[in-house]
């Protein structure tokens, strides 16, 4: 019987690094050609070795990096390859990382015809002046262009990428970027707080005192307009960051959130399965020159104990709307999770039975039972790293 995995490609390449993102990048895209013809070679290695029984795709990301830098050619020749060596459905979730400062109408159409089916563009903010801070390439007018082009080239299922929380933002700012993304009428928003990462440039600017970081309550109250703005246009929330109309919530991160299987190909990819973690070398050349001596460029890996896969199970569960399968933890950890967690939801005040999740609970209580799920309310999303941390100490 054949395993679902996702699919995850990273492309380690930008015209330059914005001042935030820690995620592995390089600006030397001579290298591009080189790094497919690994990525290739890597893909057909994995399908010379499957994993016991078999595989197949369920989901296909294109991630960076951005890879909207690949030419509709570039892009077409490695999905042909995937599909000659593995098996996608026809009707599988194929996903491009976009950046909306470098897309035009051709372009566009002939990804579609490549067979990209879901567009997710890097916007993050809809005022020029917090774009020139996190050093994008692009301009809210950039923005408006690219979606439309997307819309003309038939694309139906768009994503936009909003950060919240920059030093010195206000709830206003926020709110305009809310709205204008609404606006637009994609099928699905992602919401994140700006994550100051040890190393990058913002971090540094933060250190000497050149920034000023987001207070902690205003966070919570853009947060929160967030939920609220977008659930009133009609998105679900489905998990703690992502809102989508009904059908359109994405499927190749619900299969990371839902523990599934994962291979990653390109330098710094991370794969998963059977409780076994690996990745790759966190360097184009590195990898590249491996792939092409028939070696692998294995970076590193660990296998997870038990204690390990119950806590990625609480983290991972409680990120989404439908929370923790009480069941299917049963069955996989033998264990009667109510019994287990017995302690830390009597210090967390007890659990609402039957309230909506992600919604207000009357008790103000942090997590909800529904449906055979534990999952938090909206009072628990604010709360989520305290409810994790109560409930490994179960563990």
Request: aromatic share 10%.
């Amino acid at each position: 019987m054949n395993s679902a995995y996702g699919l995850y490609i990273h492309v380690p390449f930008c015209r330059h690094k914005c001042i935030y993102c820690d995620f592995y990048s390089t600006t030397h895209l001579a290298d591009i050609p080189r790094y497919l013809n690994a990525v290739m070679q890597e893909w057909e290695s994995f399908c010379l070795n499957p994993p016991s029984g078999g595989f197949a795709i369920s989901s296909l990301y294109w991630g960076g990096g951005t890879p909207s830098l690949l030419t509709p050619r570039q892009v077409q020749r490695v999905l042909d390859r995937i599909h000659q060596h593995g098996t996608v459905p026809a009707d599988a979730e194929i996903t491009l990382e976009a950046n909306p400062g470098a897309l035009d109408d051709a372009h566009l159409a002939a990804y579609r015809r490549a067979g990209i089916n879901r567009l997710s563009l890097g916007v993050q903010s809809f005022i020029d002046h917090e774009l020139e801070f996190l050093t994008r390439i692009h301009n809210t007018a950039d923005v408006r262009r690219s979606f439309s082009a997307a819309r003309r080239a038939g694309f139906d299922n768009i994503s936009l990428d909003l950060i919240f929380a920059l030093p010195r933002q206000t709830v206003a700012e926020w709110k305009h970027s809310l709205l204008q993304a609404i606006d637009l009428a994609p099928e699905h928003i992602s919401m994140y707080g700006l994550t100051i990462e040890k190393g990058t440039p913002l971090h540094d600017g933060l250190t000497r005192g050149a920034r000023v970081s987001c207070d902690e309550e205003v966070q919570r109250e853009m947060y929160l307009l967030g939920k609220e703005m977008l659930e009133a246009a009609g998105y679900t929330q489905y998990e703690i960051s992502n809102f989508a109309r009904p059908g359109r919530e994405a499927r190749h991160n619900q299969h990371y959130w839902a523990g599934g299987p994962y291979l990653g190909l390109g330098p710094a990819a991370h794969s998963f399965a059977e409780g076994r973690r690996w990745w790759n070398v966190r360097d184009v050349q590195t990898y590249c020159r491996a792939l092409e001596n028939g070696e692998k460029a294995a970076g590193g890996e660990e296998i997870l104990s038990r204690d390990q896969l119950r806590a990625e199970a609480i983290l991972l569960g409680l990120r989404r709307r439908r929370g923790i399968d009480l069941a299917a933890w049963e069955r996989t950890f033998a264990e009667t999770p109510r019994a287990l967690f017995s302690a830390a939801l009597e210090s967390l005040g007890g659990c609402e039975q039957q309230a909506p999740p992600f919604q207000d609970a009357p008790s103000g209580r942090l997590l909800t039972c529904a449906a055979g799920h534990l999952a938090l309310t909206a009072h628990g999303i604010l709360l989520y790293d305290y409810v994790c941390r109560k409930l490994y100490e179960c563990l």
